[in-house]
């Protein structure tokens, strides 16, 4: 089965970086508190540690 992360934002990538707002924009989060489902891969887990201080992760089965 294939591991999927549940990716919140919680914290706002207002007064950060632009290439910061641009990782966040790109994991396709939007607005504080909304979540989104990715494969676990390589180039999401990159783009999670790039910014991990703004999102909160789990790992979800399915």
């Given amino acids: 089965m294939a591991k999927q992360l549940k990716i919140t934002l919680v914290k ?13 924009r ?10 989104v489902l990715h494969n676990d891969t390589p180039q999401i887990r990159g783009m999670i540690y790039k ?11 399915s």
Avoid: A, N, Y
Avoid at 12 to 24: A, C, L, M, R
Avoid at 26 to 35: D, F
Avoid at 51 to 61: A, I, P
């Fill in 26 to 35: 790109g994991l396709g989060l939007r607005k504080l508190h909304k979540t």
């Fill in 12 to 24: 706002s990538p207002i007064g950060f970086e632009q290439s910061q707002k641009d990782t966040v």
């Fill in 51 to 61: 910014v991990r201080h703004m999102l909160k992760v789990e790992e979800v089965e």
